[in-house]
């Protein structure tokens, strides 16, 4: 696991905004934001976290996330209520982080990026995933069974978790 510079650099900023982004923004990145939601509430760090969710398809916007990933999440604990969004430009202003699910998401923000200095805010969640070596992105869970909305929220469970870590030294 190589956690990105600028994830390191904002570890014990006041206040930290992290948007989690796939292509629909309703499987992988509403879960990651259900995720990282509850681990900032079981911590009590609260006031110092703003989390969101977008995609980078608005197909679905204002849609609740998928049901599937829905009924895994909350065997687990995590209710996910969050609205589908497209990412907006604004985005790359409010978050300190932008964290894509997969490879294309990834280049795809970073092409979107308005400056370098928000280019650089885009990150990858599998840089934050220790456990899971055979895996070098947060595969997309949409067209696969329950085994697949599994493993995205053990990777996510995973990657939150140490990127938590990294953000509240």
């Not at 980078?56 to 204002?62: F, N, V």
């Not at 970073?110 to 947060?138: H, N, S």
């Amino acid at each position: 696991m190589e956690i990105p510079e600028v994830a390191r650099e904002l570890a014990g900023k006041d206040r930290i905004g992290v948007l989690f982004v796939c292509l629909g923004n309703i499987c992988r990145s509403p879960a990651a934001e259900g995720v990282m939601r509850h681990l900032v509430e079981e911590r009590g760090l609260q006031e110092r976290f703003d989390i969101d969710s977008a995609g980078l398809y608005g197909g679905h916007a204002g849609d609740l996330p998928d049901h599937r990933m829905r009924v895994h999440a909350i065997r687990r604990g995590y209710g996910l209520i969050h609205r589908s969004r497209k990412v907006r430009m604004s985005d790359f202003d409010e978050f300190d982080l932008i964290v894509a699910m997969d490879h294309s998401n990834y280049d795809r923000l970073r092409d979107m990026a308005p400056t370098l200095e928000a280019q650089r805010k885009v990150v990858r969640m599998i840089d934050f995933v220790g456990g899971y070596p055979q895996c070098d992105c947060v595969p997309d869970p949409y067209y696969d069974g329950a085994e697949g909305f599994e493993l995205v929220l053990d990777l996510l469970e995973d990657g939150c978790v140490n990127l938590l870590d990294t953000l509240s030294v």
